[in-house]
């Protein structure tokens, strides 16, 4: 298996446009989690799913950040419009059992 | 409610000494609990687990981590650093809570080897 696949793995943006971010997680993994990292706040659990449905979604910043998981196999997290804060990589992990694998992440530039 | 606890944001240690990096969890259960490394903008790679069977786990890179329940501690140890190691280290807690999966991730600690 190559693993949880992100992408792309650069995003440069300008304020106020879309930005779609991919994420293919391993098959079979029947749990998908969306993190944001940042110096400032470190590793923020954004969203998770389960078996392709939204558990918990407490950590989605604002109503500009969204996720879908229409499949097993692919999920997308959506900002809409982005701002420079948002600037951030992210990251998206697959788990099976209780074990967590990690694709290589998004860097996002917003300017 | 679980939650996992990095005691040093940073830590310094020469090349050739031993390297302790704290992690104390909180949970009502057993949980599964790993350390995860970062190597500057990288992703993240697991380093070793712990999912109740032994409980002093040996990961890679010649890192191990003893599981204490009654200080509920999983602290990272290895005998020697080595210039390859700094990088920044993450304590995770994994456990089914409601009926699922919940991982939550302590705040790191970034390990500087001085040469």
């Known amino acids: 298996d190559a693993g949880v696949i992100q992408s792309p793995r650069h995003e440069v943006t300008e304020m106020g446009q879309e930005v779609t971010l991919r994420c293919k997680p391993i098959s079979g993994h029947d749990y998908l989690f969306w993190y944001r990292q940042t110096m400032m706040r470190g590793l923020e659990l954004l969203i998770y799913f389960n078996n392709n449905v939204p558990i918990d979604d407490s950590g989605m910043p604002e109503d500009r950040f969204s996720a879908k998981m229409p499949n097993a196999s692919f999920s997308t997290l959506k900002i809409q419009p982005s701002e420079p804060r948002d600037s951030a990589v992210y990251f998206c992990?697959?788990?099976?059992?209780?074990?967590?694998?990690f694709g290589q992440g998004t860097r996002l530039t917003v300017v | 409610a679980q939650s996992v606890t990095q005691l040093d944001s940073h830590v310094s240690v020469s090349e050739g000494t031993p390297v302790l990096l704290r992690c104390n969890y909180s949970s009502s259960y057993s949980p599964s609990l790993f350390w995860y490394v970062q190597h500057p903008n990288k992703g993240l790679q697991l380093l070793l687990k712990y999912t109740s069977a032994a409980t002093l786990v040996k990961g890679i890179n010649g890192f191990e981590a003893e599981f204490k329940k009654s200080e509920t501690s999983f602290h990272l140890t290895k005998p020697s650093a080595h210039m390859s190691d700094a990088a920044e280290y993450f304590c995770?807690?994994?456990?089914?809570?409601?009926?699922?999966?919940?991982?939550?991730f302590g705040t790191g600690t970034k390990l500087q080897v001085i040469p």
């Open positions: 992990a697959s788990i099976v059992g209780t074990e967590a694998f």
């Open positions: 995770v807690v994994s456990l089914n809570s409601g009926g699922y999966q919940k991982v939550t």
